[in-house]
């Protein structure tokens, strides 16, 4: 399988070039982000629990810490994918209220939008950094993308700030142990709760189950790591895993690249 990545970094966020095969469990990422496919087989994809395709002129548009997946059929070849994450506090700061929500999956993309996508794309798979798009251009580009409703303007959406005080002091016990990998009937105890009704409140408060919020804990911690330069053994045991091979495939399937090709896309800066 073909996984060349490539990332670029700026004050929006950061920009991923990515061609899987590979199917995506379901998973989340804190950062709203956006998918745009360049070439190869397009997947489908599950966003929110609503299937969503992906096309030439529609994008995909995923809010933070909302569930996703994409499928892939086993032959064909691989699916190229310019993946937008925006960072919290500069999409926050373009929005009235300081708040923000895609209404939907499924975002027009115009034929500018779709030619400058193209343009970075074949900019970063050339091996370079994008000089001559200059960091005004590409957030003017990653603005373009974010055009909720205004049914949606000023929605807010969860940014992992639960309500409940049971489940706020559960996601602290899940950060404080991301790598030892902590048993949720253990977990539903300390906060005074079956394991039931623990995985019924914790999914109404943040749209996850507790498995797919640890899973991203622990993605983060990975992709932090990586990016620090500390060696896969040390990596795969600090979020709970004996084995690197194990690691290897949980990462894969979450981040739709190997850890190792994770890290040298991370040599790729703005």
Not at 19 to 37: G, Y
Not at 118 to 136: C, F, K, M
Not at 143 to 160: E, I, V, Y
Not at 222 to 238: D, K, N, Y
Request: with cysteine; glycine share 8%.
């Amino acid at each position: 399988m073909r996984e060349p990545i490539k990332v670029l970094r700026g004050t929006f966020g950061r920009i991923s070039l990515i061609s899987v095969r590979r199917d995506f469990v379901t998973h989340a990422h804190r950062e709203a982000h956006i998918i745009i496919w360049l070439g190869g087989a397009p997947g489908e994809m599950t966003v929110g629990g609503r299937r969503a395709c992906v096309g030439p002129d529609t994008a995909i548009a995923i809010n933070p810490l909302e569930p996703h997946s994409h499928a892939f059929p086993p032959a064909g070849e691989p699916g190229l994918f310019l993946v937008f994450y925006l960072d919290d506090d500069w999409l926050r700061a373009r929005r009235p209220g300081g708040a923000f929500a895609f209404d939907g999956p499924h975002l027009p993309l115009g034929a500018e939008q779709r030619a400058t996508a193209v343009r970075i794309s074949q900019l970063l798979e050339g091996g370079e950094d994008p000089a001559d798009l200059s960091a005004y251009e590409i957030e003017r580009f990653a603005d373009s993308l974010c055009r909720p409703s205004k049914a949606a303007q000023g929605a807010a959406t969860w940014d992992g700030r639960a309500r409940d005080f049971r489940i706020r002091k559960a996601i602290a016990m899940m950060k404080d142990a991301v790598g030892a990998r902590p048993s949720f009937d253990d977990v539903a105890r300390s906060v005074g709760m079956s394991r039931p009704h623990f995985f019924a409140v914790f999914k109404s408060q943040t749209k996850l189950t507790p498995n797919i919020y640890l899973n991203t804990l622990r993605i983060e911690e990975s992709v932090r790591l990586l990016q620090s330069g500390e060696p896969l053994t040390f990596i795969a045991h600090h979020v709970g895993f004996t084995q690197q091979s194990n690691f290897s495939r949980f990462f894969r399937d979450h981040v739709g690249v190997t850890p190792t090709a994770y890290r040298s896309a991370s040599q790729h800066r703005q």
